[in-house]
T-cell receptor, first 117, second 111 residues
Framework: GAGVSQSPSNKVTEKGKDVELRCDPI?????LYWYRQSLGQGLEFLIY????????KSGLPSDRFSAERTGGSVSTLTIQRTQQEDSAVYLC???????????????FGPGTRLTVL | QKEVEQNSGPLSVPEGAIASLNCTYS??????FFWYRQYSGKSPELIMS????GDKEDGRFTAQLNKASQYVSLLIRDSQPSDSATYLC???????????FGAGTRLTVKP
């Protein structure tokens, strides 16, 4: 079946502009994660959605960052008033998320490379 | 203290050798542990998962877990140049369903 998809694959924007990044998780996956990865760095957790529960926003670096997940499926990560330090690859992942050991595996999308000039 | 600690490397081993990748974690309640491989410019992909203390083998890969020591490792036997990548350790947190990733260990297997 189809994997996690993300769009756009690349986004170049000017400092101060808003951007929206989209993630389509695997069908039936209740858990969805957003990560940020700067060049040569590890994965930085941003936000986590699980079903209809309130999202875990503990990783969002500032109030310029927000995310929503509509209908328990597609998610959009919005960055307002982008700064140069926001330049990174933004990765989305999904999992079945039922809490059991076999359902925790995260499947990653190809990422969106964001460049803020 | 970081939630998940890994030696950033680079770890360099000759082809055919055993590569040993280590990870320690701070959340004592973690129950599930995952190893992901990430090739340069690509997204992470799952290599192995482990939930019980001891060893779990899958082909050339062996994951080892010691919950008392809060330590998990990944051994790669008969290392191949195609194993050259960054390996990410990810324990599942005890309080909810999220996972925290280590910064990763960069492995280079030299022909």
């Amino acid at each position: 079946g189809a994997g996690v998809s993300q769009s756009p694959s690349n986004k170049v924007t000017e400092k101060g502009k808003d951007v929206e990044l989209r993630c389509d998780p695997i069908s039936g996956h209740t858990a969805l994660y957003w990560y940020r990865q700067s060049l040569g760095q590890g994965l930085e957790f941003l936000i986590y959605f699980q079903g209809n529960s309130a999202p875990d926003k503990s990783g969002l670096p500032s109030d310029r960052f927000s995310a929503e997940r509509t209908g328990g499926s597609v998610s959009t990560l919005t960055i307002q008033r982008t700064q140069q330090e926001d330049s990174a690859v933004y990765l989305c992942a999904s999992s079945l998320g039922y809490g059991g050991p076999s359902t925790d595996t995260q499947y990653f999308g190809p990422g969106t490379r964001l460049t803020v000039l | 203290q970081k939630e998940v600690e890994q030696n950033s490397g680079p770890l360099s081993v000759p082809e055919g050798a055993i590569a040993s990748l280590n990870c320690t974690y701070s959340d004592r309640g973690s129950q599930s542990f995952f190893w992901y491989r990430q090739y340069s410019g690509k997204s992470p992909e799952l290599i192995m998962s482990i939930y019980s203390n001891g060893d779990k083998e899958d082909g050339r890969f062996t994951a080892q877990l010691n919950k008392a020591s809060q330590y998990v490792s990944l051994l790669i036997r008969d290392s191949q140049p195609s194993d050259s990548a960054t390996y990410l350790c990810a324990p599942k947190g005890s309080n909810n369903n999220d996972m925290r990733f280590g910064a990763g260990t960069r492995l280079t297997v030299k022909p």
